[in-house]
């Protein structure tokens, strides 16, 4: 049985890039801005655009990506890890950047994937409205119910900019997330090998 985090429900689109426009606009006027004025009248347009890519994520199924694997491995059954994957999100709360790195890893059972894959994974679920508990639990569910290996990992240090830029105004401030699956989760040894791999105790990943 799958235990992958419920999928988010994507909704039909039926709003045109027009309202999407005259929302942009709407905002502008609301933060005390003139949305005719020439800085600002392709404003909409680019924001609309932007958002289009933001959000590139809900255009697929990032666990696509790992169906085609390789069995020509030699037997290999050694830990498989992919450090400082580095990613871009927007916080669902507040539509404000997140940034940071991803590190993936699995324990292959009779085949692998191309390392490439695993990045497209993060780039996959990154590029949503996020909260980073939910994007480390995506990322390493997906390669564990897709690859069926002895277990997966994902660990996330990232950057706030909702916490950064507004509110308490945190500038340095980054937080890191895991979420372990079979042998990483059940076996020390294992996990601690992942966590020396990624070059941090647990947590702290940032910069190394």
């Known amino acids: 049985m799958d235990t992958i985090a419920p999928k988010i429900e994507i909704f039909q689109r039926d709003v045109t890039r027009e309202q999407v426009e005259d929302a942009i606009r709407t905002l502008l006027v609301w933060v005390g801005e003139n949305p005719a004025r020439e800085g600002l009248s392709d404003t909409p347009k680019r924001v609309a655009t932007a958002f289009k890519e933001y959000c590139a994520g809900y255009e697929e199924d990032p666990r696509?990506?790992?169906?085609?694997?390789?069995?020509?491995?030699?037997?290999?059954?050694?830990?498989?890890?992919?450090?400082?994957?580095?990613?871009?999100?927007?916080?669902?709360?507040?539509?404000?950047?997140?940034?940071?790195?991803?590190?993936v890893a699995y324990l292959p059972v009779g085949r692998v994937v191309g390392i490439s894959k695993l990045a497209r994974v993060v780039d996959g679920y990154s590029r949503r409205l996020q909260i980073q508990e939910r994007l480390t639990v995506e990322i390493a569910e997906a390669v564990d119910n897709v690859l069926k290996p002895r277990g997966a990992a994902c660990v996330i240090d990232a950057e706030h900019f909702c916490m950064k830029c507004r509110g308490v105004r945190?500038?340095?401030?980054?937080?890191?997330?895991?979420?372990?699956?079979?042998?990483f989760l059940t076996d020390d040894r294992t996990r601690q090998e992942f966590y020396q791999r990624i070059r941090c105790d647990g947590f702290g990943s940032r910069g190394l």
Do not use: Q
Not at 170 to 183: C, E, I, Q, V
């Open 64 to 103: 696509d990506v790992l169906d085609r694997t390789f069995e020509e491995i030699t037997g290999y059954r050694d830990m498989v890890v992919l450090r400082h994957v580095p990613f871009e999100s927007m916080c669902e709360h507040h539509l404000a950047p997140i940034i940071g790195n991803a590190h």
């Open 170 to 183: 945190k500038k340095g401030s980054w937080m890191t997330t895991s979420h372990l699956t079979g042998a």
